[in-house]
């Protein structure tokens, strides 16, 4: 540019970017997914949502479980309607919901809501934890 005097002055750009490439790189990956990321990078992998008072103590043993494994888990246990807090794990696009009554709680099983296959089964607690395990594991993009 022309400075003072008319004189050529070399511009100084001085630029920061600090997460620059990461943030882009998030942004695509979030486009790709459209907010509904594979198991292996979502934020909460696993959504734990007991019926009752009395089954929080099951989750959070089930939830200790998977922070050994590498999981990553919420417990939904507001003062919500089961539908509720449900729903509320299926907006934050949580790839797997387990929901926890009576029944599982006196088997040790789970009831399991895949949202990538949208279907609903029962697991024992140790196929669960194995399930989880090789979808934290497979990595495909």
């Not at 479980?65 to 990553?72: P, T, V």
């Not at 417990?75 to 934050?92: C, P, Q, V, Y």
Request: charged share 30%; aromatic share 8%; proline share 4%.
């Amino acid at each position: 540019y022309n400075g003072e005097e008319n004189a050529k002055i070399q511009p100084v750009m001085i630029h920061r970017a600090i997460l620059g490439s990461f943030e882009r790189f998030i942004g695509i990956l979030t486009e790709h997914y459209a907010g509904e990321f594979p198991m292996f990078i979502a934020p909460t992998q696993v959504a734990i949502v007991p019926i009752a008072e009395t089954h929080v103590a099951y989750a959070r043993e089930l939830g200790d479980k998977l922070i050994d494994m590498g999981a990553d888990y919420e417990i939904f246990d507001k003062n919500d309607s089961l539908n509720k807090r449900i729903r509320t794990a299926e907006k934050g696009r949580v790839p797997m919901i387990i929901v926890l009554g009576d029944e599982e709680v006196n088997s040790k099983c789970v009831a399991v809501r895949d949202r990538r296959t949208r279907e609903q089964y029962n697991l024992s607690e140790s196929e669960f934890l194995t399930l989880i395990k090789e979808k934290i594991n497979e990595v495909n993009f």
